[in-house]
């Protein structure tokens, strides 16, 4: 049982009467806990020093973290805090968090705003950087993003080089940026005019192509799954080998050195070596292998077939931009006899618009096309 030290003492004359003995088999709480200090001193005094160090330890900054710089690099600001002496080891109330901040919007133009405050032992400081307009895009001119066969031309401006029932490849130039003297060509500013929005210029000038370049394009997809099922399942066999990387020379400390399974998975785990605040160039590696079976079952062609029409699916789904209408739809199912397989073939037929700017990533591509 549990009691308060006073309680105990009501105890003793029970414990006569009955004949009974009690024992105590320890002692907790803050009072057993001052009486234990008495006799170690030296513990008490440790305790003490070690609160008097925390204590000490956390009037000064110790750590200093950055947030919301992507522009600007992180030297920039430690530059600016260091022309103001803050630094790493100074007492927080050295640290006038109003002059800091006027002095970084001063001194970093780049910024908007800044907010400084100390979190602990750490100075933190939060800023926004100013919106900068990206550069003016040179005047490019529009491709063809994916192989097709063009069914309506649309120009905005520039000039066309395609027209309808051309077939381009990927990469084929679709709108010129380049408008030659004596040819139709669209200019944005000319769609305002009353009388007419085709324009002639004497001398050879650049402008921005923009425009919308429909065209069938066909997306196939294709799929072969084998009338016998393969996978793979663990044994429960498991072995392992420890091995340390000095530099570039590993030594085999223990266990196996090389996979001892025909099948099998495997599992690295490193550890590095550190002394104090130094990256040591060892490493202890530990590799897990753990050996499998392959089980093969066998499939009905109704199965096989369903999954290839899905794989097939799939593949053609990943292909079609999201949006992108359908115009039609073809799919047929083969066989291998010999070979033991079943596929699925899809053919799709879209129209779409296919004209992006040329030298940009495929990203840049998508997002336009999106």
């Keep these: 049982?549990?009691?308060?030290?006073?309680?105990?003492?009501?105890?003793?004359?029970?414990?006569?009467?009955?004949?009974?003995?009690?024992?105590?088999?320890?002692?907790?709480?803050?009072?057993?806990?001052?009486?234990?200090?008495?006799?170690?001193?030296?513990?008490?005094?440790?305790?003490?020093?070690?609160?008097?160090v925390i204590l000490s330890l956390s009037l000064f900054i110790w750590d200093i973290k950055i947030e919301g710089n992507e522009e600007i690099a992180s030297e920039e600001f430690f530059s600016v805090l260091q022309e103001q002496d803050v630094e790493k080891g100074m007492l927080k109330s050295d640290v006038d968090i109003d002059d800091l901040e006027e002095e970084l919007l001063l001194e970093i133009p780049e910024l908007a705003w800044a907010n400084i405050s100390v979190r602990g032992v750490q100075l933190h400081i939060e800023v926004v950087e100013r919106e900068v307009e990206p550069p003016p895009r040179e005047e490019i001119n529009l491709v063809a993003a994916k192989d097709?066969?063009?069914?309506?031309?649309?120009?905005?401006?520039?000039?066309?080089?395609?027209?309808?029932?051309?077939?381009?490849?990927?990469?084929?130039?679709?709108?010129?940026?380049?408008?030659?003297?004596?040819?139709?060509?669209?200019?944005?500013?000319?769609?305002?005019?009353?009388?007419?929005?085709?324009?002639?210029?004497?001398?050879?000038?650049?402008?921005?192509a923009r425009g919308i370049i429909n065209a069938q394009v066909w997306y196939e997809g294709d799929a072969q799954v084998p009338l016998e099922l393969a996978q793979k399942r663990k044994t429960g066999r498991v072995q392992e080998g420890i091995s340390i990387q000095v530099g570039?020379?590993?030594?085999?400390?223990?266990?196996?050195?090389?996979?001892?399974?025909?099948?099998?998975?495997?599992e690295k785990t490193k550890w590095k070596l550190r002394w104090r605040n130094l990256d040591l160039p060892v490493e202890v590696i530990k590799n897990t292998f753990e050996e499998q079976?392959?089980?093969?079952?066998?499939?009905?062609?109704?199965?096989?077939?369903?999954?290839?029409?899905?794989?097939?699916?799939?593949?053609?789904?990943?292909?079609?931009?999201?949006?992108?209408?359908?115009?039609?739809?073809?799919?047929?199912?083969?066989?291998?006899?010999?070979?033991?397989?079943?596929?699925?073939?899809?053919?799709?037929?879209?129209?779409?618009?296919?004209?992006?700017?040329?030298?940009?990533?495929e990203d840049e591509k998508n997002n336009i096309r999106e």
């Design 1 to 52: 049982m549990k009691m308060y030290p006073g309680d105990f003492k009501r105890l003793r004359p029970l414990l006569r009467r009955t004949g009974c003995t009690a024992e105590i088999i320890s002692k907790k709480g803050p009072l057993f806990l001052a009486l234990k200090g008495r006799r170690r001193k030296g513990l008490a005094l440790g305790l003490l020093l070690f609160c008097i």
């Design 148 to 208: 097709g066969l063009i069914k309506d031309v649309l120009v905005l401006s520039g000039r066309a080089v395609v027209e309808p029932g051309d077939t381009v490849r990927k990469g084929d130039l679709l709108i010129s940026s380049q408008v030659v003297p004596g040819e139709d060509m669209f200019e944005e500013e000319d769609m305002f005019e009353e009388e007419e929005i085709v324009g002639y210029n004497e001398e050879e000038r650049t402008v921005e």
């Design 248 to 266: 570039d020379s590993r030594y085999h400390l223990w266990g196996v050195s090389s996979p001892p399974y025909d099948i099998y998975s495997k």
């Design 293 to 361: 079976e392959i089980d093969k079952a066998p499939l009905s062609k109704e199965e096989a077939l369903h999954t290839a029409r899905r794989n097939a699916l799939k593949e053609i789904h990943d292909q079609v931009p999201p949006g992108v209408h359908i115009n039609m739809r073809h799919m047929e199912e083969y066989f291998f006899e010999e070979l033991e397989k079943v596929g699925y073939r899809v053919l799709v037929e879209t129209v779409e618009d296919i004209a992006v700017p040329e030298n940009i990533n």
